[in-house]
């Protein structure tokens, strides 16, 4: 006689093969699938009865009473949720997502706190990075104007990179500079994270080497290392690339 284990495996096989949702018990604490999502459309783009892109992420912290808990992005795409209401988040802002007749779906009672929206970089060690940040440079005359005082603004990734595959949603510059090495080719900064590395690089969506272009890496941040800490989030200690003018500085904040 098969066990009950090998019994549930079969069905779940059957129902599977016939399109259909199966919860895994193991896998999901015995209700029907589900995760824990945050929040990366703009607050303009975010609307009951509507789809919203959520990113995964996992859960962590050790689990005893009173202990802190902690979130970190899933490196994989992020994901169309369907918004239930009658609250509305905010850019963000963590939802349960829970799998309902073939899709995603997520409920939310009250509305989001309003922080202004953030941003969320899969595997970066960061999960709580506002979402406007101010780039400050030293000396923006040095290697060639190469780095600019400028607004970086967390939101969807502009389709002009797509050849760039580049993430749903990045940092980018809200404004574009000439590049006088490139014929004045214009071009935004486009800040990225790696575990605890930032990385500031620069994209051209019309450049002599390409269209659209991505140039090599400029400067990194260490974080953990003096100056620079996810909450409060800044970028302050970091270092131009080898043979970079020595007065090249360039610090990132919230704005």
Known sequence: MAGQGSFDDFRRL????????????????????AFVGRVTSPGSRIAVGKFLLVQPTFVLGVEVEGGPGAFAAIGVPTVPVYLVGPGTPS?????????????????????????GGGGSLSNCDCTEIPA???MTSADPACNYRMFQTCTLQ??????????LNLPPS??????????????????????????????????????????PYRDGILYTWLVGGYGNTCSPFRLDNGLAFPGSDLSCSV?????
């Open 170 to 211: 990045t940092f980018l510059s809200t404004e574009s500079f000439p590049d006088p090495i490139s014929a004045g080719a214009r071009f935004y900064y486009y800040l990225t994270c790696r575990l605890n590395q930032f990385y500031l690089t620069r994209v051209f969506p019309v450049s002599p080497l390409g269209s």
């Open 14 to 33: 059957r129902l599977r093969r016939a399109g259909r949702v199966v919860s895994e018990p193991e896998l999901f604490g015995g209700g029907v699938p």
């Open 251 to 255: 610090t990132i904040d919230p704005a």
């Open 91 to 115: 850019t963000g802002d963590l939802l349960v997502c829970r799998h309902i007749d073939h899709r995603w779906a997520a409920e939310r009672s009250v509305a989001g706190k309003g922080r």
């Open 154 to 163: 967390y939101g969807p990734t502009p389709a002009l990179f797509a050849a």
């Open 132 to 134: 406007t940040l101010r």
